[in-house]
């Protein structure tokens, strides 16, 4: 059964920074990309940053470019987000996500497993 497990969410500051961890498990990803996305109060589920699992690509938003970075760890089955001046309209739940189809791995519609979300809220 797959299963990904977002961690690391919370409050902070603005200006502050955060680093979520995706820990993933029941399958192998050798082949797939792996995403981060979220989900303000209301917006729709927007895609920030991918990375394949062989991590020799990246793929980020204009949101996201020059403050997050994706990495991923291959032993640990884990794929983080740094997360770095952070700003109040950064709050939201944020979603790691597994896509076999590393072509669209920016699309959210192409992603196979989903995990539940973890908050973060920036205050000002």
């Known amino acids: 059964q797959v299963q990904l497990v977002e961690s690391g969410g919370g409050l902070v500051q603005a200006g502050g920074s955060l680093r979520l961890s995706c820990a993933a498990s029941?399958?192998?990803?050798?082949?797939?990309?792996m995403g981060w996305f979220r989900q303000g109060m209301r917006n729709e589920r927007e895609f920030l940053a991918a990375?394949?699992?062989?991590?020799?690509?990246?793929k980020y938003a204009d949101s996201a470019k020059g403050r997050f970075t994706i990495s991923r760890d291959i032993a640990k089955k884990t794929v983080d987000l740094q997360m770095n001046s952070l700003k109040p309209e950064d709050t939201a739940v944020y979603y790691c996500?597994?896509?076999?189809?590393?072509?669209?791995?920016?699309?959210?519609?192409?992603?196979?497993?989903w995990g539940q979300g973890t908050r973060v809220t920036v205050s000002s």
């Open positions: 029941g399958h192998s990803f050798s082949t797939y990309a």
């Open positions: 990375i394949t699992w062989s991590g020799t690509t990246t």
């Open positions: 996500a597994a896509t076999s189809d590393v072509g669209m791995m920016t699309e959210r519609l192409w992603y196979d497993y």
